[in-house]
């Protein structure tokens, strides 16, 4: 669709959506309205987002000079920004509203994985000073290096919708950040060989009703039938596709925030604005994953 019918979609989508969470508890008790209204605030982040415009300032920026006639009310890139980061709570309770609209987390499959967040190169690690108290050295098995960051975990849908991510020291193990973002699930949850473990795997059974299977390793005898162990390497790509749009569309591995409060809205916004491109697919009856052409020129 056209640029300005996107804006109007999402700006639509996202002020019902806020309504519904406003209706019975306002979420500002006291005090003077923003100029900007929430809902256009949101809009203009998922919008920008799908733009390629990483930053806040980008944002502000690119609405400033080209959509000021449908947000008069915009004002200083400042008070867009802290308003912006003030809505880190709402983006995440939106895109769980989204989500469970999606039908993601009664899903019966879904898919684990992470992926590396590098604030800087291990070289300049002791002369890096943001995130000192919660980054640590971590690999990248990808470019085959060692990092000082952090490390995210995703947890999607078997149609490829976010239902839980959260992002740890680069050093924690996968497979106990794993109970960050499990929290709505059930059923069978597919994994790589990193969250080989029999012990979680009996927790998981007994306590969170998940039976988590992974591809096992080369040493390791393989029961199950064949077919379906084909079937597990097949369906558990899909996550990679979604880290490949998280990575590559909305830059989630890139650090752009100073302290904890910018990253967690940083991060909320993202994960908010993928989950609105598979619900407007959805809407639209394209394939949920195909954001290439959701915007026309």
């Known amino acids: 669709m056209p640029i300005d019918e996107f804006i109007i979609a999402v700006f639509c989508c996202i002020d019902t959506l806020v309504r519904e969470l ?32 990483d930053t806040d300032k980008q944002i502000w920026r690119y609405f400033r000079q080209h959509w000021s006639a449908w947000f008069p009310r915009l004002g200083a890139r400042s008070t867009f920004v802290r308003h912006a980061a003030n809505l880190w709570a709402v983006k995440q309770r939106l895109h769980g509203q989204l989500a469970q609209r999606l039908g993601a ?9 992470g992926f590396p967040m590098p604030i800087c190169h291990l070289a300049r690690a002791k002369r890096g ?17 060692y990092y000082w960051g952090l490390h995210g975990h995703v947890v999607i849908s078997r149609t490829g919708v976010i239902t839980g991510l959260t992002a740890t020291a680069a ?26 473990s029999k012990l979680l ?35 558990r790509r ?15 591995q890139q650090v752009r925030a100073r302290d904890l409060w910018h990253l967690t809205s940083r991060i909320s916004r993202k994960i908010l604005a993928h989950t609105m491109g598979v619900f407007l697919n959805t809407m639209l009856g394209r394939e949920p994953l195909q954001f290439d052409g959701l915007i026309t020129d």
């Not at 794993?178 to 790589?192: A, K, R, S, W």
């Not at 096992?216 to 369906?235: F, I, K």
């Open 171 to 196: 050093n924690v193990d996968e497979r106990v950040a794993l109970f960050e973002v499990i929290e709505d699930i059930q059923g069978l949850l597919i994994g790589d060989k990193g969250y080989i």
């Open 22 to 53: 406003t209706a019975a508890r306002p979420l500002r008790q006291r005090g003077f309205a923003p100029h900007l209204s929430d809902s256009e605030v949101l809009t203009m982040e998922i919008v920008g987002e799908f733009l390629g415009l």
């Open 105 to 113: 987390y009664t899903a019966t499959i879904h898919i684990v994985d």
């Open 129 to 145: 000073t943001m995130f000192r108290d919660v980054a640590a050295v971590g690999y990248c098995a990808t470019k085959k290096e």
């Open 201 to 235: 795997h009996d927790d998981l059974i007994q306590y969170k009703s998940i039976d988590l299977q992974t591809s096992l390793r080369a040493n390791m005898a393989e029961t199950r039938d064949p077919h379906w162990v084909r079937q597990l390497v097949t369906t």
């Open 238 to 252: 899909l996550v990679e596709t979604v880290i490949g749009q998280l990575t590559d569309r909305f830059h989630i």
